[in-house]
């Protein structure tokens, strides 16, 4: 009868079956759901908690077999003598309903228990632990991540939309950057073995300067595989640098830790890695333009200081004093012509005379003279140079042998010897050695170790 439920087996044919309406067979579902599951406890880990604007709260409740929705809304959470959180492991008391427009079941939760912390972040802490203990995650072993690298290796998905987001943003902030996509899963059974090998197939290839290992947010058993311990030490031991760009934000996994730096997403870990073309280009512009206008004013320095060394020269110049002494010397050559044509008739002697004084004082002549007894005078220097070295020399000879004849191993080749007590220090006093005290006694080679027994001290 059309309305009615109907109970259909297993490949069992459905030719007598009523006809319904797909809302009558959500509404027929829901009815059974609320009358089998009115009351139920369900023991699980708590995951995707959120407090929708501190009023209702929607989470999930698990384990390693299965999950369901839960709701549990501002009238039931307020009893709570605690505050819900991702990994708590609760008992959720009330009942199952379904969604109709969506055809899903959910369980509407009246009450729920603390019981401990989920066996999935056990496992989870327990793994962080061990690996912080052996400093994988130390700050110091991390490698710097190159502002430019060469060539980026993406590993992921290639369906997946966080690798297409890295592509999109790396070729948007640095078009001409290469990018090489080896393909791994992120999720299920494997995905650590895949991911472990794409990371190999970069390594092996040799022109990688930065690996970006990129996935989209999820689950936490979405996620899971992320936090293998073989995969974390494969990241933490891999030679490149590396960017852990999974999940959303509030995502953590054990591959955030160890890797060189973590992204909060797939599409921030392409912005750590790259750098914006437009900004780096604007700075080329800049840093050309200062090199521009310090060439510019470099080389107006040059010009201006040429110039002035060019006015120096030319005022300074051989040429110019030549010019002031041809002048100089047409003035005295004039002056003395007037004075010669005011002289009487013995003058014209007394003027050849002084002629021939200066004749005899020219400048190169004068210089030719010097130049000859400074000939004469360098041999004379080297030899009171080399007398005055042959002196020192000799009285150096005589300071090293008194000094020898004063050092202590002189003395003790003469058959002296030096004697210390137990406290390593000289003995001048034989009082100082105690009797059965150890002593030393330094010859000119080798050394005596002796035991006093008896002292000789003279009186006073």
Not at 69 to 76: G, P, V
Not at 115 to 126: D, H, P, R
Not at 219 to 247: K, S, Y
Not at 260 to 281: F, I, V
């Amino acid at each position: 009868m059309r309305g009615e439920a109907v109970n259909l087996g297993a490949g069992e044919p459905a030719e007598g079956a009523p006809l319904l309406q797909v809302g009558q067979l959500v509404r027929q579902i829901a009815a059974r759901l609320r009358d089998g599951f009115a009351a139920v406890k369900v023991e699980g880990e708590i995951a995707d908690f959120s407090h929708y604007r501190g009023r209702h709260m929607y989470f999930k409740l698990k384990d390693e077999e299965g999950l369901i929705q839960c709701a549990m809304f501002a009238a039931a959470n307020r009893r709570l003598a605690f505050t819900p959180a991702d990994g708590q492991r609760v008992v959720a008391s009330g009942r199952v309903e379904a969604y109709t427009p969506r055809s899903s079941y959910q369980l509407i939760v009246s009450d729920m228990q603390e019981t401990g912390v989920g066996q999935l972040l056990k496992q989870f802490e327990a793994l962080k632990r061990k690996l912080r203990e052996e400093g994988l995650f130390d700050e110091e072993r991390k490698r710097p991540i190159p502002r430019l690298p060469g060539r980026i290796g993406l590993v992921g998905s290639r369906e997946s939309a966080a690798a297409r987001d890295v592509v999109t943003v790396l070729r948007k902030r640095f078009p001409a950057l290469p990018v090489v996509l080896c393909h791994a899963q992120v999720q299920g059974a494997g995905a650590a073995e895949q991911i472990m090998a794409a990371l190999q197939a970069v390594a092996e290839r040799g022109d990688c300067d930065l690996v970006i290992l990129a996935r989209g947010g999820g689950d936490p058993e979405d996620l899971a595989t992320f936090n293998d311990e073989q995969l974390a030490r494969a990241i933490a031991h891999f030679p490149l640098p590396l960017i852990c760009g999974v999940g959303h934000e509030t995502d953590y996994t054990i591959a955030d830790f160890v890797s060189d730096r973590r992204a909060a997403t797939p599409s921030q870990a392409a912005e750590m890695a790259t750098p914006d073309a437009g900004d780096w280009l604007r700075r080329v512009d800049r840093a050309a333009s200062g090199i521009r206008q310090a060439l510019v004013s470099r080389l107006s320095a040059d010009r201006r200081s040429l110039a002035q060394l060019r006015g120096r020269l030319d005022r300074a110049g051989p040429p110019a004093r030549l010019m002031q002494c041809g002048q100089r010397l047409d003035e005295l050559h004039e002056r003395l012509r007037r004075a010669a044509l005011r002289l009487p008739q013995p003058g014209a002697q007394r003027l050849a005379a002084l002629r021939g004084r200066l004749a005899a004082n020219l400048p190169r002549d004068l210089a030719n003279k010097a130049r000859g007894r400074l000939g004469g005078l360098a041999p004379r220097l080297a030899a009171a140079a080399r007398r005055r070295l042959d002196g020192a020399s000799q009285r150096v000879k005589i300071a090293r042998s008194t000094l020898r004849g004063l050092s202590p191993q002189n003395t003790l080749d003469r058959g002296y010897a030096i004697v210390t007590g137990a406290d390593g220090k000289i003995l001048v006093d034989a009082a100082r050695a105690e009797k059965g005290s150890d002593i030393q006694a330094r010859l000119a080679r080798g050394a005596l170790l002796a035991r006093v027994q008896d002292r000789k001290i003279p009186s006073h």
